[in-house]
């Protein structure tokens, strides 16, 4: 179903940390550490690159009476849940204002391989979609990081912010 959505109109433009104003995050929540990590990368992101706005959407793959307590609504972290999914993996709410904001932007944090999150990345209007290589997620990205056998989201990050601080990126 999902390859059958057509694909959101868009302007596609390069931007690296420097240039970028907004940036968007998507991710799955595993845990209360990873969501910590998050929240920290979105600051480091705020504070370092002087970046006006970044916003994450995170999916909790559990029932409504389960969500964790760490997992609050704030103005720049949204998550959606089960229960905003349709029967085939769609998400029918929580995500209208995130796909249609024109992030610079966008960061896959899930690894691709949550069908949630593919459906946002593949219908987000964001400039630039940055995700990992060998998952589902890659063929709506415009740049690919290899990061061949080396997991966890602090080697994916790094390698972002080598990539994506390189002012030549454009």
């Given amino acids: 179903m999902l390859r059958k959505e057509l694909d959101a109109v868009r302007l596609r433009k390069g931007y690296n940390f420097n240039s970028a104003q907004s940036i968007g995050i ?37 029932p409504t009476k389960k969500i964790p307590n760490y997992q609050q609504h704030s103005l720049e972290f949204e998550y959606f849940e089960l229960a905003d999914l349709n029967w085939y993996g769609k998400p029918m709410r929580g995500i209208e204002s995130f796909i249609n904001e024109e992030f610079h932007i966008l960061l896959d944090l899930s690894g691709g391989s949550a069908l949630p999150l593919n459906y946002v990345l593949k219908e987000s209007r964001a400039s630039m979609k940055v995700g990992v290589k060998g998952t589902m997620g890659e063929r709506y990205c415009d740049i690919i990081i290899d990061m061949g056998q080396v997991v966890g989201i602090d080697k994916f990050v790094a390698q972002l912010n080598q990539y994506l601080s390189n002012s030549k990126i454009r």
């Fill in 26 to 62: 998507i991710y799955q929540d595993i845990d209360e550490n990873f969501y910590k990590a998050v929240r920290e990368y979105a600051q480091f992101l705020k504070s370092t690159f002087e970046i006006k706005t970044v916003k994450a959407l995170g999916f909790v793959d559990a």
